[in-house]
């Protein structure tokens, strides 16, 4: 396993073990409703947290098992995300084309998943990308982010 991989799955498991409330080896929607607000920072609606719960959830048991999360999660390490794949969700992002996402631009994003951001924190994001303080992030700027993941 290469290091990024690695690294990839330690952090899974740590996301694991700090949802894993009560040492059941399985995850409640509950649980999970709470380790994810607390990692993203960010208020999630209960209807797009169950929601990713039931993807999550191949048995129907009610309870994510670590193979339910793992067998997901490892599907897609965000290091492996090939870079057409950014461009065009950047493109899709930059709803008014000038080639730099502002803050109502990544709001209307994260609105798009659901998520509900308060200013302070979608400030925070931007000023952890933003290189060159325009309070925009460019495309190579939002590279960059992606490749700290």
């Known amino acids: 396993m290469s290091k990024a991989a690695q690294n990839f799955?330690?952090?899974c498991k740590e996301f694991w073990n700090e949802g894993d409330s009560d040492g059941s080896g399985?995850?409640?929607v509950q649980?999970?409703?709470k380790v994810i607000r607390k990692v993203a920072n960010v208020d999630i609606p209960d209807s797009r947290i169950a929601e990713i719960f039931c993807d999550l959830d191949d048995d129907?048991?009610?309870l994510l098992s670590f193979d339910e999360f793992s067998e997901v999660m490892v599907k897609r390490n965000p290091k492996e995300v090939v870079e057409s794949?950014?461009?065009d969700k950047f493109k899709e992002m930059d709803t008014d084309g000038s080639q730099k996402l502002s803050k109502d631009e990544?709001?209307?994003a994260f609105a798009d998943l659901g998520v509900n951001i308060e200013d302070d924190r979608l400030e925070a994001i931007i000023d952890a990308a933003d290189k060159d303080d325009d309070d925009k992030i460019s495309y190579q700027e939002f590279l960059k982010?992606?490749?700290g993941c």
């Open 9 to 11: 799955t330690d952090k």
């Open 26 to 28: 399985k995850l409640s």
């Open 31 to 33: 649980e999970l409703a």
């Open 60 to 62: 129907g048991d009610k």
């Open 85 to 87: 794949e950014l461009m």
């Open 106 to 108: 990544l709001r209307a």
């Open 145 to 147: 982010a992606w490749s």
